[in-house]
């Protein structure tokens, strides 16, 4: 069953701060329903790569520790994989936020998030597997039954980072140049203060 309900036809644009998005009801690899955009508040919609990817996996393993700052400041935490569910819950099954398969790569395709050799190849890509932590993050998944490497799933997917008002306005956005640029906590949590300014 397809994770996700969208209202309209998916582009493959990319978006800026300003542009609005579709509402969709969207459902986690646990089961439940969630709404997007989130009517009580801010989302921190972010994209990630396969389920596996440790550079993806050590990065919300520290929004996982900072998870109740995020939810003072009032946002919403919601990661998407481009991998089927049942190769997300070993790796990301017991993340305090919720976490979304997007096998089809719809949500991917409707907010213009791409892939590219880049992603492996910048030195901040390549170097960042090498780290010990890293390795532990990936083996914790991978001894609850995960897929340590992306079966029939690309490693050139792209991360990208979304700050979306309860109104369903994107109020700032990054794509990231390789598979290790993205938001850190600090900056989803400045992202958000500056977020009232632009609606």
Same mark, same amino acid.
Do not use: N
């Given at each position: 069953m397809n994770a996700i309900t969208n209202t309209s036809p998916i582009t493959a644009r990319r978006l800026r701060p300003g542009d609005p998005i579709?509402?969709?009801?969207?459902?986690?690899?646990?089961?439940?329903?969630?709404?997007?955009p989130d009517p009580s508040g801010l989302t921190h919609l972010q994209f990630r790569r396969f389920a596996g990817c440790p550079i993806c996996n050590v990065h919300? !393993?520290?929004? #996982?520790?900072?998870?109740?700052?995020?939810?003072?400041?009032?946002? /919403?935490?919601?990661? =998407?994989?481009?991998? *089927?569910?049942?190769?997300?819950?070993?790796?990301?099954?017991?993340?305090?936020?919720?976490?979304?398969?997007?096998?089809?790569?719809?949500?991917?395709a409707a907010f213009g998030v791409g892939s590219a050799a880049r992603a492996v190849l910048h030195p901040s890509a390549w170097?960042?597997?090498?780290?010990?932590?890293?390795? !532990?993050?990936? #083996?914790?998944?991978?001894?609850?039954?995960?897929?340590?490497?992306? /079966?029939?799933?690309? =490693?050139?997917?792209? *991360?990208?980072d979304f700050l979306i008002g309860q109104e369903g306005t994107v109020r700032a956005v990054r794509y990231g140049r390789h598979a290790a640029d993205h938001w850190s906590v600090d900056e989803i949590l400045s992202e958000a203060a500056a977020a009232p300014s632009r609606r």
């Open positions: 579709e509402h969709r009801t969207l459902t986690t690899i646990g089961g439940d329903r969630i709404a997007l919300l !393993a520290s929004i #996982a520790r900072r998870h109740d700052e995020i939810r003072a400041a009032g946002i /919403r935490e919601v990661v =998407v994989f481009h991998s *089927p569910a049942e190769h997300m819950r070993p790796h990301q099954g017991r993340l305090p936020f919720a976490a979304i398969a997007d096998p089809d790569k719809v949500l991917y170097s960042a597997p090498l780290r010990p932590r890293t390795w !532990a993050v990936v #083996a914790k998944g991978v001894r609850a039954g995960g897929l340590p490497t992306p /079966r029939g799933q690309s =490693v050139l997917g792209l *991360p990208a």
